[in-house]
């Protein structure tokens, strides 16, 4: 493991723009549950029949109960050492950008300037007429919120199933990864799309994929290397071995 992580660390530190691309796996060290594995109260609805349009419409009172569990998990958490290793990386120049699929903020917490969020922000909500945007500083305490304005319902300001990613973070996020010789993928299955394409688009114009995952994954074959274990400690012997580096 020491020497690939060498390996890698010299293929980061030279290349021309590298990006980091993360999923859910890396903000499971920080106490928030995988997307599918809610657990507890929650383990007779499936993420699925929660997370649609159809779901909110049916029945709201029960989506924002779901939503209000899941941030009060958020707003316990904070960012773990792989969250502050990308952003550590940034401001050393290494790493231009982080793309990632997690609603959780984390990213920004943990000080990254450049993070491009796929799927939204759980700490954001939006009315559903009028297009209010709120930014929550702890949970709702109104199941389900009302827009201030004109009290139409609020929902989590997140892509559901079925709906498209946002277009600008979709553009931007396909802007980096094609501008990208080398990614880093950590914590994502790769099986969630479109999102999933991000690594594909690095890989299809000859740069490199690194994964940094617990297990194999849907990325794991289109992979240069791969770095097996937790996130938090992998990447902070990547940083240690790229800060000595960069910095002597």
């Given at each position: 493991?020491?020497?690939?992580?060498?390996?890698?660390?010299?293929?980061?530190?030279?290349?021309?723009?590298?990006?980091?691309?993360?999923?859910?796996?890396?903000?499971?060290?920080?106490?928030?549950?995988?997307?599918?594995?809610?657990?507890?109260?929650?383990?007779?609805?499936?993420?699925?029949?929660?997370?649609?349009?159809?779901?909110?419409?049916?029945?709201?009172?029960?989506?924002?109960?779901?939503?209000?569990?899941?941030?009060?998990?958020?707003?316990?958490?904070?960012?773990?050492?792989?969250?502050?290793?990308?952003?550590?990386?940034?401001?050393?120049?290494?790493?231009?950008?982080?793309?990632?699929?997690?609603?959780?903020?984390?990213?920004?917490?943990?000080?990254?300037?450049?993070?491009?969020?796929?799927?939204?922000?759980?700490?954001?909500?939006?009315?559903?007429?009028?297009?209010?945007?709120?930014?929550?500083?702890?949970?709702?305490?109104?199941?389900?919120?009302?827009?201030?304005?004109?009290?139409?319902?609020?929902?989590?300001?997140?892509?559901?199933?079925?709906?498209?990613?946002?277009?600008?973070?979709?553009?931007?996020?396909?802007?980096?990864?094609?501008?990208?010789?080398?990614?880093?993928?950590?914590?994502?299955?790769?099986?969630?799309?479109?999102?999933?394409?991000?690594?594909?688009?690095?890989?299809e114009r000859g740069g490199v994929v690194i994964e940094v995952n617990v297990q194999d994954t849907a990325i794991t074959?289109?992979?240069?290397?791969?770095?097996?274990?937790?996130?938090?400690?992998?990447?902070?012997?990547?940083?240690?071995?790229?800060?000595?580096?960069?910095?002597?």
């Amino acid at each position: 493991m020491q020497n690939i992580l060498k390996d890698v660390a010299k293929m980061i530190i030279g290349s021309r723009y590298c990006i980091a691309f993360t999923g859910a796996g890396i903000s499971a060290e920080s106490g928030i549950p995988t997307f599918r594995g809610a657990g507890g109260l929650w383990e007779k609805y499936k993420p699925e029949e929660l997370a649609t349009p159809e779901a909110f419409t049916r029945n709201p009172k029960l989506v924002w109960e779901w939503y209000k569990w899941r941030l009060e998990l958020v707003f316990k958490a904070k960012p773990n050492p792989a969250h502050k290793v990308l952003a550590r990386l940034e401001e050393l120049g290494v790493i231009k950008c982080v793309i990632t699929q997690n609603v959780d903020g984390l990213h920004r917490e943990a000080g990254s300037k450049c993070v491009v969020e796929l799927h939204g922000n759980i700490r954001r909500a939006r009315c559903i007429k009028c297009g209010y945007t709120i930014t929550w500083d702890k949970p709702p305490e109104e199941i389900p919120p009302r827009c201030p304005q004109c009290r139409s319902l609020l929902r989590p300001d997140v892509v559901w199933f079925g709906e498209p990613l946002p277009e600008n973070e979709w553009r931007k996020a396909v802007e980096h990864a094609s501008k990208a010789d080398v990614i880093i993928v950590i914590g994502t299955s790769g099986v969630v799309y479109p999102a999933a394409m991000i690594p594909y688009i690095v890989k299809e114009r000859g740069g490199v994929v690194i994964e940094v995952n617990v297990q194999d994954t849907a990325i794991t074959n289109i992979a240069d290397y791969v770095l097996r274990g937790k996130a938090g400690k992998i990447m902070v012997k990547l940083y240690e071995l790229i800060k000595r580096e960069v910095t002597s």
